[in-house]
């Protein structure tokens, strides 16, 4: 005889997936609603880049490559920049006017990058791919300097970037970055949230508290030593320090 057993059934709770930890950047308070050349703030500028591409990049040796720029070449003050083919984020194409309104922009007054760019006279277009910047001084290494972040402006007011990410509505009292559908090269970050923070004196107290997950510091203010988090050296430019000492010497009378 076969005795059966009414056992009682259990279900065991599902396995909840892991929530990615998002990665959550820091920027300023007017980061949604202020032109990318009038952003002072550290924290803001250290963003730009993942929404906006520029003519060139910087390499560690301070040697300029090329980005927006397919070619730059120089005859005396005069600079002819001829464009890769690239889009925007709502896929119209990077055009030379693009380029002289962007240099217009980051010469004005209150931008981040007028004071180095006071050198430059004129920027004209000649075709669809090819801008001219006049110079009102000769400038060694003046391509290093086209640096400033190029946009597309609308006839409403909007401006857009071609950059990996997009900035996107603010969704739950946060910013987003999202990734840009028409950029090149995809990142294994779909998003990014941003941390709007009025008043960036309290970057690190945010960042003991996880409001934020990274902070870029030049370690000049010693507050990073404080922290019991995780660091990394990273390379930013090749300084080259030179001192001198004068020292009187006695004249030999022959």
């Known amino acids: 005889t076969t005795v059966e057993e009414n056992l009682p059934v259990v279900s065991l709770p599902e396995e909840k997936e892991e929530k990615e930890t998002p990665l959550i950047l820091a920027v300023g308070r007017n980061f949604s609603t202020t032109l990318p050349y009038y ?8 963003v730009l880049p993942l929404i906006y591409d520029s003519l060139v990049t910087v390499d560690e040796t301070y040697h300029w490559q090329p980005d927006l720029a397919a070619e730059i070449q120089q005859n005396g003050l005069d600079y002819t920049i001829i464009l890769q083919d690239a889009v925007f984020s709502d896929g119209s194409e990077v055009r030379a006017s693009d380029i002289v309104n962007s240099m217009n922009y980051a010469r004005s007054e209150g931008s981040v990058w007028a004071e180095e760019l ?3 006279a004129d920027c004209v277009t000649l075709t669809a791919d090819k801008v001219r910047v006049t110079l009102t001084e000769p400038h060694q290494d003046f391509e290093n300097l086209l640096t400033f972040p190029i946009i597309e ?3 409403d007011g909007s401006w857009f970037g071609s950059g990996q990410y997009v900035l996107n509505s603010e969704k739950e009292g946060f910013l987003y970055l999202e990734l840009n559908p028409y950029a090149e090269e995809a990142s ?8 709007v923070l009025s008043n960036t004196d309290t970057l690190y107290d945010n960042l003991r508290i996880g409001s934020i997950s990274c902070l870029f510091d030049d370690l000049s203010s010693g507050e990073a030593m404080k922290l019991s988090r995780s660091s990394s050296a990273v390379e930013i430019g090749h300084l080259l320090f030179l001192v001198f000492q004068f020292c009187s010497l006695p004249l030999s009378h022959n």
């Open 153 to 155: 402006e609308k006839n």
């Open 39 to 46: 952003l002072n703030d550290e924290a803001s500028l250290e």
């Open 188 to 195: 294994s970050l779909e998003n990014i949230q941003l941390n």
């Open 118 to 120: 006071s050198i430059v």
